[in-house]
């Protein structure tokens, strides 16, 4: 299951605006952002796994918190890792889908709102009073969106709130011309986003040396 490459340079750069970070530029056979944060201070995303490439690169990242994110199963690319690296998750997927509009209903004790945060960046919010409940954000990439952050409180789950901000942040991104949508999910998000009509596109792991 090979992924596309010119679909995963759009989540990079799709990812990069959601967290207002630097866009990604070409490194090393990849693509590198610089995110600057204590548990994650950069990452390198790869579409294709070419062994000899992730193994020279992982021997020369010695600094903690520099992640590997490589379009393959987390078997193959645990075979090529020096000591000291982690697969952080046990799977992680690209998912796809045609977006379509529908109505967005919430029950009483909620209240939606979209926010544009910037030219390509807006996000969805569901309060319970004061409190946010559920969110997420998308970038608009031309026909292509990206959904990240999809959020919602433990305490406030099994209540439909997630597929709710889905299907608002689906409705202004159609809105703007976009139709097709796409995400990095976990195994349990994998099977949530396939309720909804998501498609796996390629497996997606990620590896780590660990503080």
Same mark, same amino acid.
């Given at each position: 299951?090979?992924?596309?490459?010119?679909?995963?340079?759009?989540? !990079? &750069? +799709?990812?990069?605006?959601?967290?207002?970070?630097?866009?990604?530029?070409?490194? @090393?056979?990849?693509?590198?952002?610089?995110?600057?944060?204590?548990?994650?201070?950069?990452?390198?995303?790869? !579409?294709?796994?070419?062994?000899?490439?992730? /193994?020279?690169? /992982?021997?020369? %990242?010695?600094?903690? #918190?520099?992640?590997?994110?490589?379009?393959?199963?987390?078997?193959?690319? @645990? /075979?090529?890792?020096?000591?000291?690296?982690?697969?952080?998750?046990?799977?992680?997927?690209?998912?796809?889908?045609? %977006? $379509?509009?529908?109505?967005?209903?919430?029950?009483?004790?909620?209240?939606?709102? %979209?926010?544009?945060?910037?030219?390509?960046?807006?996000?969805? $919010?569901? =309060?319970? +009073?004061?409190?946010?409940?559920?969110?997420? =954000?998308?970038?608009?990439?031309?026909? $292509?969106?990206?959904?990240?952050? %999809?959020?919602?409180?433990?305490?406030?789950? &099994?209540?439909?709130?997630? @597929?709710?901000?889905?299907?608002?942040?689906?409705?202004?991104?159609?809105?703007?011309?976009?139709?097709?949508?796409?995400?990095? !999910?976990?195994?349990? +998000?994998? /099977?949530?986003?396939?309720?909804?009509? #998501?498609?796996?596109? !390629?497996?997606? $792991?990620?590896?780590?040396?660990? +503080?």
């Amino acid at each position: 299951m090979a992924a596309d490459p010119d679909l995963i340079a759009l989540f !990079a &750069r +799709g990812w990069a605006l959601t967290r207002n970070v630097a866009p990604p530029a070409p490194l @090393r056979g990849g693509l590198y952002i610089e995110v600057g944060k204590p548990d994650e201070k950069a990452r390198y995303l790869f !579409a294709t796994f070419e062994p000899d490439v992730i /193994a020279e690169l /992982a021997r020369t %990242i010695h600094e903690p #918190w520099v992640y590997l994110k490589i379009c393959e199963t987390p078997d193959k690319v @645990r /075979a090529v890792l020096p000591p000291g690296w982690i697969i952080r998750e046990p799977e992680g997927w690209m998912m796809t889908c045609a %977006i $379509t509009l529908a109505p967005v209903q919430v029950s009483k004790a909620y209240v939606l709102s %979209i926010e544009e945060l910037g030219i390509a960046v807006f996000q969805a $919010t569901i =309060r319970h +009073g004061s409190e946010i409940v559920a969110s997420g =954000r998308v970038a608009l990439l031309g026909d $292509t969106v990206l959904f990240d952050q %999809i959020i919602t409180d433990e305490a406030h789950r &099994r209540k439909g709130l997630g @597929r709710s901000v889905m299907q608002a942040l689906s409705n202004a991104a159609l809105d703007r011309g976009a139709y097709q949508g796409l995400l990095s !999910a976990t195994e349990m +998000g994998r /099977a949530l986003y396939q309720t909804i009509g #998501w498609a796996v596109h !390629a497996p997606y $792991t990620s590896a780590v040396i660990p +503080g």
